[in-house]
C-alpha cells in the first residue's frame, strides 16, 4: 500500500517535472538571459545597479514589442542570480543559470574576483557571457565564449601612470591594494609595470599590500609616508577607499591620491565625503556633462530609483545591448540550446563599431572590447570628468 | 628605519590593541562568570556600532527625521554614548534571557551554551543584514577631528582617546570585579556557582550584571571603532570578534589584566610585521607567536588552571 502510494507520488512528481521542463525548454516567443549579479557580499550597490539597469532595459524592449529575430518577435526575460561577490557564488550562480534555468546569454558577474571563475563555467559549458565590469585579463584570456563590456586593465594602468605623471609633474609613486582580490592585484601590477617603464626600475618605492576586510591600514600607510614617493595609487572598491583616504590624512600624508575605474560608484562620494576631494581616477564613463544616448539612460535610470547610475549600471546596459545586437546578428533561434548559444556567440564576436553609451567599440580576438578611458576629478561631491585617454 | 618611523607605528599598534583589548575584555568577563564563551559578543560589538551610528546621525541630524533644532557637541557626544550603551546593554541582557538562561536552568552541558551564543551572533549578522540591507553605511562625525604633527609623527585626537579610554575602562573594569561586592560576586559564581546562592547572593541577578558591563564596554569599543574606522558592515563584529577572542585566549580567558595584554600582544605583532613585512605574512606570523605563547603556557598569560573537584 504504501510503496504504491509512494509510487503515485512519485509518477505524478515526474510528469509535473516533465511538462515543467518542456514549457521551459519550449518557452513560446522569449529569450532568457541570465544575471549573475552582486546582489548580496561586499559590493551590493555594484549588483543592484547592475540589476537595475539590466531590467530597465529589458522593460523598455519588452514594451516596445521586443526583439525581431529573423522575421519572428521575441520578448525578453531576465533570470537573477546573486553570487554573493564571492569565487565560489559567481561560479555557482553560473552553473545554476546555464544547466537548470536554461539561459541563452549571461551577463555579469561584474567584479573581476567573481567575472574570473564564473567565465571558465560559461567557458566550459559553452555559453556566451560577458562581464560589464571586469577588467582584469583573466576574465576572457582564451575564452572564445566570454567577453566583457569595459576596457582592459593593461591599458588603464598606463593611463593612470601617464596621467600622474604629467599632472602632479612626479617621479615615484606608492601603490596600496588588496593583495587576495584579483582586481586591485592585477592592476597594481600593472600600473608597476607601466611606472617602472615611464621612470626606471625602482621608481615605486612602496608597494604595500592588505587583504580583504582590513579595516586598518596604518602600517602600510606609516611605511609609504616615510618613503617619501610623490602619488599614492590606490585601486580599490568604495568600501576601502574612503578608510584609506582618511587615514592617510590622519598620518598627515598630502601627496595626491589616484584610483581607478572602481572608484566611480554614487556610493564612494557618500562614505567618502570630503576627504577624496580634488582626487583623480580612470573610468568608463561620466554622468556628469554626457549628452544623447547617455544622458538618456542617465534621466530614465534617476528618475527610477532616485539616485545618479555609476560606471557599472551604464556598461550592464551596454552589455545588454550587446546581447540584443549578437542575438539580432544570430538571425534565427531554433530552440535547440546548442544552436542557439553557438549562433549568438559568433553574433558577439562580430559586433564592430558598436555605438554604446559607454563609448565605441569593437571586440578584438580575446573578446575584450577596444574603448577610451576617462579621468574623473572629484570636485564638490561630483565626478567631473577632467581628461580622455584612447588607446 | 628611523625612529620617526617606529615611534608612529607604536602608536598606530596601541591603537589596533586597545580596540582588541577593549573587545577582548568582553570574551572575558562573562567567560569569567559563565565558563561559558560568548562567541555572540562580536556582533554584539556591531550592534554597539550600529546603535551609535543611528542615535548619532540622529542627534547630529542627518537622519531622515530632523529634530527642530541643532545640539551643540557637548550633548550630542554624552547623550550618544550613554544612550547606545544602555541600548546594547539591553540587546545584550535580552540575549541571555532569550537564549542562555532557559539553557542553564535546565542543566544543559556548557557546550550547547556555547554553540547557542555561535547562533546568536550570526543572527544578529544576518538579522541586521535583512533589515537594513547589505549597503556600508558611514558613521557620523561625532568628534571634530585635530591632527597633531610632532617631528615626523602625526597623531589624530581620536586615537589619543582610543588609546586613554581603553586604559581608563580597564582600570574601571579591574576596580569593579576586585574591589567591589559585586565582583566578588562574581568572582565567587565562578568558583563554586552551587555555594554562592546558599549565601543568599542571587545568581541570575549576577550574571545579568556581567552582561550589563561586558555589553556596554561593547558599545563604548563601537563607538569608538566608528569614529576611527567610519564605514560600517553588517559582517564587522565577526572580523574583529574572532581577533580579540584569540587574544582573550593569549592573555589567560577569564582575566582582565590577560585580555588587554592579549590585545596589545596581537596587536602589536599585526602593525609591526605589516609595517617591515609584506603584509600578506601579517596574520601568518601573529598567530604563530600567538600559538607559541599558548604551546608554553596553555592557560594563556594570566589564566589560572583550573581542577575538576571529583
Known amino acids: 500500500m504504501k510503496i504504491k502510494m509512494l ?327 531554433t530552440g535547440n540550446l546548442t544552436e542557439d548559444r553557438t549562433c549568438i556567440r559568433d553574433g558577439m564576436a562580430s559586433i564592430e563599431d558598436f555605438d554604446g553609451i559607454t563609448g565605441n567599440m569593437t571586440f578584438d580576438e580575446q573578446g575584450d572590447p577596444i574603448k577610451c578611458a576617462v579621468i574623473v576629478q572629484i570636485q564638490n561631491g561630483e565626478f567631473i570628468a577632467f581628461d580622455q585617454a584612447c588607446p | ?66 529634530l527642530p533644532f541643532d545640539l551643540p557637541g557637548w550633548v550630542v557626544i554624552p547623550v550618544t554614548i550613554v544612550a547606545t550603551m544602555f541600548i546594547t546593554a539591553l540587546v545584550g541582557v535580552a540575549i541571555e534571557r532569550i537564549a542562555y538562561r532557559p539553557l542553564r536552568n535546565r542543566g544543559a552541558h556548557r557546550l550547547y551554551l556555547v554553540i547557542t551564543a555561535l547562533m546568536f551572533g550570526l543572527l544578529l549578522e544576518y538579522g541586521n543584514l535583512a533589515l537594513l540591507g547589505a549597503s556600508d553605511r558611514q558613521f557620523p562625525n561625532l568628534f571634530d577631528k585635530i591632527i597633531y604633527s610632532i617631528g615626523g609623527i602625526t597623531v589624530t585626537n581620536i586615537k589619543i582617546y582610543v588609546i586613554l579610554l581603553s586604559f581608563l575602562i580597564m582600570g574601571i573594569l579591574w576596580w569593579i570585579v576586585q574591589k567591589t561586592r559585586w565582583g566578588m560576586a562574581m568572582r565567587a559564581i565562578s568558583y563554586d556557582r552551587l555555594a554562592v546562592p546558599l549565601m543568599g547572593i542571587s545568581v541570575d541577578q549576577i550574571i545579568l550584571f556581567t552582561f550589563v558591563l561586558g555589553s556596554s564596554m561593547a558599545a563604548l569599543a563601537g563607538i569608538m571603532y566608528g569614529t576611527a574606522f567610519p564605514i560600517l558592515r553588517f559582517n564587522m563584529g565577526m572580523l574583529v570578534g574572532w581577533q580579540a577572542f584569540i587574544a582573550a585566549v593569549v592573555g589567560g580567558i577569564g582575566s582582565i589584566r590577560g585580555a588587554m595584554v592579549g590585545g596589545y600582544i596581537l596587536g602589536f605583532t599585526q602593525i609591526f610585521v605589516a609595517a617591515f613585512l609584506p603584509s600578506t605574512y601579517r596574520d601568518l606570523i601573529a598567530f604563530v607567536v600567538l600559538l607559541l605563547i599558548l604551546a608554553i603556557k596553555p592557560t594563556g598569560l594570566f589564566g589560572v588552571p583550573r581542577r575538576t573537584k571529583v
Open chain 1, 7 to 333: 509510487f503515485s507520488i512519485v509518477s505524478v512528481l515526474l510528469v509535473t517535472a516533465f511538462f515543467a521542463s518542456a514549457c521551459a525548454a519550449g518557452g513560446g516567443d522569449t529569450i532568457k538571459i541570465g544575471i549573475n549579479a552582486e546582489i548580496t557580499g561586499d559590493k551590493p550597490k555594484v549588483g543592484e545597479q547592475s540589476k537595475f539597469a539590466a531590467e530597465m532595459y529589458v522593460k523598455e524592449i519588452n514594451d516596445a514589442g521586443g526583439i525581431d529575430v529573423g522575421g519572428k518577435s521575441y520578448k525578453l526575460e531576465l533570470v537573477i542570480e546573486d553570487n554573493n561577490a564571492t569565487a565560489e557564488g559567481a561560479a555557482g550562480a553560473a552553473n545554476k543559470l546555464i544547466s537548470q534555468n536554461n539561459i541563452l546569454a549571461m551577463v555579469g558577474p561584474n567584479p573581476s574576483n567573481a567575472a574570473v571563475p564564473a567565465g571558465e563555467v560559461a567557458n566550459n559549458l559553452e555559453t556566451p557571457m560577458i562581464s560589464p565590469w571586469s577588467t582584469n585579463p583573466n576574465t576572457t584570456l582564451n575564452r572564445p565564449w566570454v567577453f566583457r563590456a569595459p576596457f582592459l586593465d593593461p591599458f588603464q594602468g598606463p593611463v593612470v601612470a601617464n596621467f600622474a605623471t604629467k599632472q602632479f609633474n612626479v617621479t615615484s609613486a606608492c601603490v596600496l591594494f588588496d593583495i587576495a582580490s584579483d582586481y586591485p592585484k592585477g592592476l597594481a601590477d600593472n600600473f608597476k609595470t607601466a611606472w617602472e617603464k615611464l621612470h626606471g626600475a625602482g621608481s615605486v618605492l612602496q608597494f604595500e599590500s592588505f587583504t580583504t576586510g582590513d579595516q586598518d591600514f596604518s602600517a602600510q600607510l606609516t611605511s609609504i609616508k616615510s618613503s617619501g614617493c610623490e602619488v599614492l595609487f590606490t585601486p580599490q572598491y568604495y568600501q576601502e577607499v574612503p578608510l584609506i583616504v582618511s587615514q592617510a590624512k590622519d598620518l598627515g600624508m598630502d601627496i595626491p591620491i589616484m584610483g581607478s575605474d572602481s572608484w566611480g560608484d554614487p556610493q564612494l562620494l557618500a562614505l567618502c565625503g570630503n576627504d577624496c576631494e580634488g582626487a583623480f581616477f580612470s573610468t568608463h564613463y561620466v554622468a556628469n556633462g554626457a549628452t544623447g544616448a547617455t544622458k538618456d539612460f542617465i534621466d530614465k535610470y534617476n528618475a527610477a530609483h532616485g539616485y545618479i547610475p555609476g560606471d557599472v549600471a551604464a556598461l550592464t546596459w551596454d552589455s545588454m545591448m550587446i546581447v540584443t545586437q549578437a542575438i539580432k546578428n544570430c538571425g534565427t533561434i
Open chain 2, 1 to 66: 628605519m628611523t625612529l620617526d618611523f617606529f615611534i608612529q607605528n607604536f602608536i598606530n599598534a596601541m591603537q589596533w590593541g586597545s580596540f582588541l583589548a577593549l573587545i577582548a575584555v568582553g570574551y572575558t568577563l562573562v567567560y569569567g562568570v559563565l565558563l561559558l564563551i560568548n562567541f555572540a559578543h562580536g556582533d554584539i560589538f556591531m550592534v554597539g556600532a550600529y546603535t551609535g551610528y543611528f542615535i548619532g546621525t540622529f542627534l547630529t541630524n542627518n537622519f531622515e527625521i530632523k
